[in-house]
């Protein structure tokens, strides 16, 4: 049941009328509901910025580190102990813009972990500032004028850097979203999925979407599936959320390789 | 709201109001009442879940009988 993981006792949360984060939280907590797993086995690591509160609501063992440092952290508790079930929430602040070099390379080593990187395309906890993901002429706090920079698309910059399952969804789809969770625990190695998510609070207010249901609406017609999307242009993709999986492949994950080498340095020895 | 096979129960303590829950009910059985969200056509329930599942804030639950 959700309430096995769910802190109810911290609700209402912290986050803002209409803001995606509890959309991506419920998916992410029903999905390990299903697993069947012992509570202590689970570790969720958080960095900070609004979708890294996250932990104050989850009953697994949770680890709230620094900003843009969740992937160095999860890395850390992975090596130390491969049988936890490692899952790291960060922000397009926390996981491309400021710790855009820890996601590069957890994916390059293949961590066997979950993250889930929520991209509301701002910095919304600092007041609506543009991040790494902010689309190119949308209005921020510190791009009035319209953003002249273009955003990452993440999940190729994953692909390219080695992670072995990446996809993309968003919290309109709800549906979809629940498949990319369970298809990411299922993988083993670097699982990666970002989630477009409103922040009706500053990006939508800045960008004449103040109200939660009209930056949905928003997020539901920028979305291309994956398939429809081969048949466009790059000019018809601009501003587009192309969603579903763009890498699904078997690569050993580190933690395999380093045991591997343990066990190989022992027998020698022996 | 008893509906046969669905009881939709809101959580008014947690809802925040977004909205987002009688905007995207495909049978249009949520709408907003003084703010909040009421089951008003129940009957016309099928138990999707979507209002559920999209509430940012746990506020909805649909049970279904099995």
């Known amino acids: 049941m959700l309430q096995d993981y769910l802190l109810e006792e911290n609700l209402p949360h912290f986050w803002c009328a209409g803001c995606g984060s509890g959309i991506v939280l419920q998916s992410l907590l029903r999905n390990i509901d299903k697993q069947g797993w012992k509570r202590e086995d689970t570790v969720v690591v958080t960095g900070i910025g609004c979708w890294g509160k996250a932990d104050d609501y989850i009953k697994t063992n949770t680890f709230h580190g620094t900003h843009g440092r969740a992937l160095a952290f999860s890395t850390g508790i992975k090596l130390a102990n491969p049988d936890l079930h490692v899952f790291t929430l960060m922000g397009d602040g926390d996981g491309i813009t400021i710790g855009g070099n820890h996601l590069i390379h957890a994916a390059r080593r293949n961590i066997d972990l979950v993250a889930i990187m929520v991209n509301n395309l ?139 080498v343990v066990d190989r340095l022992k027998g020698e020895a022996g | 709201m008893e509906n046969g096979m669905k009881q939709i129960t809101i959580h008014r303590d947690w809802c925040k109001q977004c909205g987002i829950c009688a905007s995207f009910c495909p049978k249009k059985v949520l709408e907003l009442v003084k703010g909040y969200p009421e089951a008003v056509r129940p009957e016309d329930c099928i138990g999707c879940m979507l209002c559920e599942m999209r509430c940012p804030d746990f506020a909805i639950s649909v049970k279904t009988e099995d």
């Open chain 1, 122 to 260: 701002n910095y919304g906890m600092t007041g609506g500032q543009y991040s790494g993901t902010t689309p190119r002429d949308a209005i921020t706090k510190t791009s009035p004028y319209g953003h002249i920079e273009t955003g990452f698309d993440v999940c190729r910059v994953v692909q390219a850097a080695g992670g072995s399952f990446v996809a993309r969804g968003t919290v309109y789809d709800v549906v979809q979203l629940n498949k990319l969770i369970e298809q990411a625990i299922a993988h083993k190695g670097f699982s990666f999925v970002e989630v477009i998510s409103p922040c009706p609070t500053h990006f939508g207010r800045s960008n004449h979407m103040a109200a939660a249901v009209e930056m949905m609406r928003w997020i539901k017609e920028q979305t291309v599936p994956l398939a429809r999307a081969a048949s466009m242009s790059p000019q018809e993709l601009e501003g587009k959320f192309v969603t579903g999986v763009f890498e699904n492949s078997q690569r050993e994950d580190y933690s395999t390789a380093y045991q591997r």
